[in-house]
C-alpha cells in the first residue's frame, strides 16, 4: 500500500494501543487533514489520551480542495468529512474509519475503506504483530466498541480462533 487518509479514531485508537507506528510500516504515508489535527489537539486539551503530535515522517498533513455539499448535512464530524473528501480526490488511496455512517458513505462513494480492526489484521500479516487478540482486547480497554460477534470474526480471520 502506498497512501492511506486517516480519520481521527483510527490514529487514536491505534496510539492507545502503542501501534500507531504500525502506519508506518504499512503505508509509505498517512494523509491527515487539518480538522483531524484540530480534533486530535482539542481532545489533548481536554485531558485525553490522544497524541499531542502527528510528527512521523510517513504522516504528511493534506487537505481536501472541497466538499460535497451533500455530505455537509450527514451528522458526520468534521474530521470524518475532510478525509472522506480527500479520498474521493485521491482514490487509489485507503481511507481509515471506525464510524459506520462514515463507512458506509465511503464505501457507497465506492472509496476503499479500512478500520482499526483492519490495521491490526495486516500489522500481523505484515509480521509487525504476532498475534491480534492482546490488540483487540487493548482496543476494546481503550473504549472502542467491538461486539463478540466481531471480536471472533477478526480472530477467526487472523487465524487465532477454530
Avoid: C
Avoid at 455530505?71 to 471506525?98: F, P, Q, Y
Avoid at 476494546?140 to 471472533?152: F, N, T, Y
Amino acid at each position: 500500500m502506498s497512501v492511506a487518509i486517516s480519520n481521527t479514531s483510527p490514529l487514536l485508537y491505534l496510539y492507545r494501543i502503542g501501534g500507531i507506528e504500525w502506519l508506518g510500516d504499512i503505508f509509505q504515508e498517512v494523509w491527515v487533514p487539518d480538522a483531524v489535527v484540530e480534533e486530535l489537539k482539542a481532545g489533548h486539551e481536554r485531558g485525553y489520551d490522544v497524541p499531542s503530535k502527528l510528527e512521523y515522517p510517513w504522516i504528511k498533513r493534506i487537505n481536501p480542495l472541497h466538499m460535497p455539499e451533500e455530505w455537509l448535512a450527514l451528522e458526520l464530524g468534521r474530521g470524518e468529512l475532510a478525509a472522506m473528501s480527500l479520498a474521493l480526490e485521491h482514490r487509489e488511496s485507503v481511507i481509515l474509519l471506525d464510524d459506520l455512517l462514515a463507512r458506509r458513505i465511503a464505501q457507497a462513494a465506492g472509496l476503499r475503506v479500512w478500520g482499526t480492526l483492519r490495521i491490526l489484521f495486516e500489522a500481523k500479516n505484515g509480521g509487525i504483530i504476532d498475534e491480534v487478540s492482546p490488540y483487540v482486547d487493548k482496543l476494546i480497554d481503550a473504549g472502542m466498541w467491538v461486539s463478540e460477534e466481531i471480536r471472533r470474526r477478526i480472530l477467526r480471520l487472523a487465524g487465532e480462533l477454530p
